[in-house]
């Protein structure tokens, strides 16, 4: 694998969620990557993301160097061409090839902006350091994907399924801020690549990128859409149509108990961090069902098994 930016960039998925099980059961690889640097980079915070991917590197043997670009590097240019007179003291083809100098993994976390969408949709920060760095890119959230977190649900799911090919239901969920639509793309392509019953429930108005979910079923009513459901994904997006946007915040799309009563005792995921009592009831992230836990200690698998890919690369 040469970069781990977009879910194309896996080349087996049986085989990469086949190894972070094993990897889970039995540390294979502690030598592999050593004598060999992570550099993590976060334009946003991260709890996950920057602890699991830190001890998938160091479980591998791998050096680790953390970087909050925003409050302890100089500000990065990413445009081509410009006249360097605003505050952007650094451009990203110096940034990027100096970096290379210093680590055999670059790992970018980069939110979109969520006001422009066609500039979000240009992935301009992974696209910048995939371009200009010499070694291989690993997405840690973008402004359109978070391939680890999706790689990370596949292995939640494929561990906890109790038939063949579960019905798996991804919800939108209300929250007071504009949130990405990273996590829930990145969660449809992924199901797309499984085989299990999956559909995308929303109120109308919170369509994802059709791009994205191209022929996967979309059902507005909810209570519709749960019904038996194996396994039920909430997270809130704004709106991909209206950009940006929060079209509705009342908590008719809460997901609580009486939800849970329209599934078939499904196990309950969320990429975390997750408002209580907003995006999930307390009664339903407190019970048996919510599976948040068991998904974020698969970040670390998750993250094991694309390292060791791009460490072989
Ligand atoms: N990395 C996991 C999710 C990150 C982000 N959530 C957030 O920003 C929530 C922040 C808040 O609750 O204020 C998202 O939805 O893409
Ligand atoms: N799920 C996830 O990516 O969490 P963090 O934002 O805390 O890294």
């Given amino acids: 694998m ?12 049986p085989e990469l969620l086949e190894d972070a099980l094993k990897l889970k059961e039995h540390n294979s690889d502690p030598e592999l990557g050593k004598g060999k640097t992570l550099g ?20 591998l043997g791998m050096e680790v160097m953390v970087m909050n670009v925003n409050s302890d590097g100089w500000a990065l240019e990413f445009e081509d061409g410009v006249v360097m007179d605003s505050n952007k003291a650094e451009h990203i083809k110096e940034g990027a090839a ?7 993994i670059i790992a970018v976390r980069a939110f979109p902006e969520l006001k422009d969408k066609d500039k979000d949709n240009a992935e301009m920060v992974m696209n910048g350091f995939k371009e200009y760095a010499s070694v291989p890119i690993l997405n840690l959230e973008s402004a359109t994907g978070h391939p ?3 790689l990370t649900d596949a292995l939640t799911i ?43 429930t929303h109120p109308v108005g919170y369509e994802l990128n059709s791009d994205v979910t191209k022929d ?27 950009y ?44 048996d069902n ?4 068991h998904q974020a200690n698969n970040r670390t698998f998750a993250a094991q098994a694309v390292l060791k890919k791009l460490l072989k690369n």
């Fill in 2 to 13: 040469k970069n781990y930016i977009n879910l194309s960039d896996i080349e087996d998925l």
């Fill in 40 to 59: 993590m980079l976060f334009f946003n915070p991260s709890l996950r993301t920057r602890l699991s991917t830190e001890k998938a590197a160091k479980l």
């Fill in 98 to 104: 100096v970096l290379s100098q210093y680590c055999d």
């Fill in 148 to 150: 680890l977190q999706a």
């Fill in 158 to 200: 494929l561990e906890l399924k109790q038939v063949k090919r579960p019905k798996v239901v991804l919800t939108w969920a209300p929250h007071p801020r504009a949130l990405p639509h990273a996590v829930p793309n990145s969660f449809v392509e992924m199901m797309q690549k499984m085989d299990v019953d999956f559909t995308i």
């Fill in 216 to 242: 996967t079923p979309i059902i507005h009513d909810q209570e519709e859409a749960l019904k038996d459901a194996d396994f039920v994904y909430v997270k809130n997006w704004s709106s991909y149509e209206h």
């Fill in 244 to 287: 940006g946007d929060v079209l509705r915040a009342d908590n008719a799309w809460t997901f609580n108990l009486e939800k849970l009563q329209h599934t078939n005792n499904a196990r309950v995921m969320h990429c975390l961090p997750v408002r209580r009592n907003i995006v999930i009831a307390d009664e339903v992230l407190d019970s």
């Fill in 290 to 293: 919510s599976v948040v836990i």
